[in-house]
């Protein structure tokens, strides 16, 4: 092989690597679809959370509740930014939450579907990424109020941020055990804020993960119904 030879199939087997390094590294971002892999994420700021003021915590836990009607009505952009920040916000400097995780493990992601879209939420950045632009509500439990609900958070726990040491057991409790927190931050924003909600387990979790493009290491624990209650109720 001649000079110009040789550097023409060493240029060829570069761009052939670089290309394939790409794609691993794009297709390997939490929570990103083949469809949200081919462009850059979509990400959307969120309103600063107000975390402060609500209703005093005895009243809340007066109130808190499970309710299954939904009305025709979304949440504003500083409201869902609040029960974010209240569900899994970062809460003090060195980044941790409103709610404990085993061994500050933080393996829990909260995906919001809503009529836009599926978003992953972001606490360190407090801001969404967009992993499907369908509305996938209806999708994310098997009872028919959910499609109905303004947002429906649904709950992953990362199997790979915790120990492999761990057996599959261990991983289920320490997942339904973190989620659970978040799931009552949720309760008591909602009591404080007269909003409506119901953590759900109901799920038909094969085809929630495929329509949410999960890894084989990404576990739903329980998804969450947000929104107003019908007039009158
Ligand atoms: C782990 C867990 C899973 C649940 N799954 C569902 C569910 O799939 N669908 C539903 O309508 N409610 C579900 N619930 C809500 C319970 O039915 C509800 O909390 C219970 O009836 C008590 O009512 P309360 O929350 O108003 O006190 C679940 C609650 C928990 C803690």
Redesign the pocket.
């Known amino acids: 092989m001649n000079l110009p030879r040789i550097i023409a199939f060493a240029s060829a087997i570069v761009a052939v690597a670089l290309v394939s390094v790409t794609w691993t590294t794009l297709a390997q971002q939490p929570g990103t679809t083949a469809a949200a892999t081919t462009s850059a994420p979509v990400r959307v700021a969120l309103p600063k959370p107000r975390a402060e003021g609500g209703m005093p915590l005895m009243e809340a836990l007066k109130k ?5 009607a939904f009305a025709d009505r979304k949440l504003s952009d500083q409201t869902l930014s609040d029960l974010l920040w209240a569900a899994w916000g970062v809460n003090r400097q060195d980044g941790r939450h409103t709610a404990p995780s085993a061994m500050n493990r933080q393996e829990i992601d909260v995906y919001v579907a809503k009529a836009d879209g599926l978003w992953l939420f972001n606490p360190k950045t407090h801001d969404l990424t967009l992993v499907a632009d369908k509305d996938l509500r209806a999708l994310t ?3 028919d109020f959910v499609k109905d609900a303004a947002v429906n958070l649904v709950f992953v726990a990362d199997y790979s941020r915790m120990d492999r040491s761990l057996t599959e057991t261990d991983k289920a409790f320490y997942g ?1 055990a973190d989620t ?1 927190f978040i ?1 009552q931050n949720v ?1 008591l924003f909602c009591a404080s804020e007269g909003l409506a909600t ?6 038909d979790q094969p085809v929630l993960a495929k329509a949410m493009g999960l890894r084989d290491n990404q576990r739903i624990t ?2 969450q119904s947000v929104g107003y209650a019908p007039a009158g109720e």
């Open positions: 808190r509740q499970s309710a299954r439990g098997r009872q339904g659970g799931s309760y119901v953590v759900r387990h109901l799920i329980l998804a």
